[in-house]
């Protein structure tokens, strides 16, 4: 997620605001940018700069920004490459408003469309800069010179996740904030107040703290801050100290930012599949080359990537061969181009990264296009090699991955390529545009089903514990299932370095069966399918000889109590979505797991979150 500051006070802000992004920096970025008031103008000074905060810092260098009252950003790209023009602070027509903004404006689309048909000329890829236009429009129009109700006008306007630090030239003792679904917190000073995506940035100034609430405004002054709601009612709120010092305020309490972005996984998913109809009613990817003829000209799909995203890409496999009835090949994308696949112009390569610079994933790339393939990556990393070498882009939008394990990004990979396969259907004409939308409304009901899941790890990470002491571990899963088993074994060896093994559970009685020992842990994804009979009698065989059977099962199911020594209960959902949903135990077993064999989550041994050589 991107950095946000913001500063009233009596010391010099640009020192204030560069200092607490620099302190916001683990958050991850791609560019950066501070608007200083100058009250002798009035004038708002803006420097923005692409990449690291040094680039910024080597262009403040050439003349100071002086002033008591900034907002600054740390942005991760979501819509818009990473480029000087797209880095925040944005501002309206006349430079009388900035914004810095953290989220996605899903109608932001619309939004500008409109104002470029009243006169705007917008010049930005970013969402954000429509913001501050609104906010013109609103502060001229409305009571002369209310900034905030200016701000609360336009946040009614706005549909997704956001949150708004806004500066105006003619406001010296004024920063306005707001926020919806993500995080802003008021830090209170002694004759200066604080704005912040997260406290890292203010504590070294104040450990006096007030988080804002859902559809809330702030008017941040020197002298204090007046917190409302949208229709401009004030309302109360609890202060509270910040006890944590740095290192646990980047984690936000969290021992782990692995556990951080686990939790993060419901608003990571919402701001994927946000906004993706269009006024058309058709689903629209982020950067998109292919015509419609070539989509319908399509007559083969191969899916590469590594690790986790390549166990999104075999549950990806389901969704594009049900809907498109298209055949799909899912590749190791390290074995991808060495066997000489045969491609062409009838072909869709889907490329899968986190990163967007895995060398394998992008030589894979790389190669298809020698053949003349179409290729679409999916990344969660816009501006990535891979994203720039592709015909077509979409973006997982899961913020920024801190941990090594891939968690937020796998599960925002799952909801990206079940959409693909909807996309994919729906430019082919082989699902109507009504079945496209009822599937599109299954997948919206994710995040709160990502949420139910959360709230019930406890007894999880209990076994986990538990089991700690284990040196192998099988997981077994059919149809969908079988690439979570895969996921959740990759977990449980990268995170406790178990000898774990996923497996179809139809495989185990063609020799692994004879891992099975007394008491050998075995993890069963048995949510309601199918297959469910199948998956059962494989549970009573790996009972009968000794298994000690851990089953993920759907709410209600009691055909798989008698062979559970471990239940882990999950909600109901189409069988195509349950992954995302078997994926959340799987982390949080893997994760306990290893934490309890003291060991380090976020960095572990002889990995890197990015593995950019073959
Ligand atoms: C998964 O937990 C690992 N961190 C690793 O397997 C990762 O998924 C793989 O290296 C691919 O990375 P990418 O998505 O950035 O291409």
């Known amino acids: 997620m991107c950095g946000i500051v913001g500063y009233v006070g009596e010391q010099q802000a640009l020192d204030v605001v560069v200092d607490g992004l620099r302190r916001l920096e683990y958050r991850g970025y791609d560019s950066a940018g501070v608007a200083v008031l100058d009250a002798t103008g009035p004038r708002l000074q803006i420097e923005r700069r692409a990449g690291k905060l040094a680039n910024l810092e080597a262009a403040l260098a050439q003349g100071r920004l002086a002033g008591t009252l900034g907002i600054g950003h740390t942005r991760w790209a979501t819509h818009g490459a990473p480029t000087d023009r797209n880095a925040h602070p944005h501002t309206d027509c006349s430079g009388a408003v900035a914004v810095v903004h953290n989220g996605t404006i899903e109608n932001f689309a619309d939004l500008r469309e409109g104002l470029e048909a009243r006169g705007h000329e917008l010049t930005s890829d970013t969402d954000t800069e429509a913001v501050a236009h609104l906010i013109e429009e609103r502060y001229a129009a409305g009571e002369e010179g209310d900034l905030a109700a200016a701000v609360r006008g336009v946040c009614a306007s706005l549909e997704g996740s956001y949150v708004l630090v806004v500066a105006h030239r003619d406001h010296p003792d004024l920063v306005v904030g707001a926020r919806r679904n993500l995080p802003l917190v008021v830090g209170i000073g002694d004759g200066e107040n604080f704005l912040a995506s997260d406290v890292t940035a203010f504590i070294a100034h104040t450990r006096e703290a007030r988080a804002l609430d859902q ?323 494989n549970i009573q065989e790996i009972r009968a000889r000794g298994a000690r059977t851990i089953v993920i099962a759907t709410d209600g199911d009691e055909t798989v109590i008698p062979y559970a020594d471990h239940l882990i209960r999950l909600p109901d959902t189409k069988s195509l979505l349950s992954p995302m949903l078997t994926l959340v135990p799987l982390q949080v077993f893997a994760a306990e797991f290893a934490m309890a064999r003291g060991l380090d989550v976020d960095q572990p041994r002889n990995l890197a979150k990015s593995v950019t050589v073959e």
């Open 215 to 537: 559809d809330q405004v702030v008017e941040l002054r020197r002298e204090g801050v007046v917190v409302t709601d949208l229709d401009g009612v004030e309302v109360g709120g609890e202060c509270f100290h910040v006890d944590w010092d740095t290192a646990a305020a980047e984690k936000a309490g969290f021992d782990y930012f692995m556990l951080k972005e686990i939790q993060e996984q419901p608003d990571a998913v919402r701001d994927t599949i946000g906004g993706r109809f269009g006024l058309d009613g058709r689903l629209r990817l982020d950067e998109l080359s292919i015509s419609d003829e070539d989509v319908r000209g399509f007559e083969k799909v191969f899916i590469v990537a590594a690790g986790s995203s390549y166990h999104s890409g075999l549950v990806g496999k389901y969704a594009i061969e049900r809907w498109c009835r298209l055949p799909v090949e899912v590749e190791m994308a390290s074995e991808f181009r060495y066997r000489d696949p045969v491609l062409d112009r009838h072909t869709l390569v889907v490329a899968i990264s986190q990163s967007g610079e895995t060398a394998d994933t992008l030589e894979a790339v790389r190669h298809a296009r020698q053949q003349r393939a179409w290729v679409l990556t999916i990344s969660n990393t816009v501006g990535s090699s891979m994203a720039r070498e592709s015909d077509a882009a979409f973006y997982t939008r899961g913020g920024p991955e801190i941990a090594v394990a891939s968690t937020k990004a796998v599960m925002t990979q799952l909801a990206a390529v079940y959409l693909a396969g909807l996309y994919l259907a729906q430019v082919r004409g082989t699902r109507d545009p009504d079945e496209v939308r009822s599937h599109f409304r299954d997948l919206e009901t994710v995040p709160a089903l990502i949420t139910e899941v959360l709230s019930r790890m406890d007894a999880t990470r209990k076994l986990a514990r538990d089991l700690s002491g284990e040196e192998r571990v099988l997981f077994l899963g059919r149809h969908v299932g079988y690439p979570m088993a895969l996921e959740g074994a990759l977990k449980l060896k990268e995170l406790a370095y178990v000898s774990a093994e996923g497996m179809p559970a139809g495989e185990i009685k063609h020799g692994p069966i004879a891992l099975i020992d007394k008491g050998t842990p075995v993890v069963v994804l048995a949510t309601r399918h199918a297959l469910q009979a199948k998956l059962v009698t």
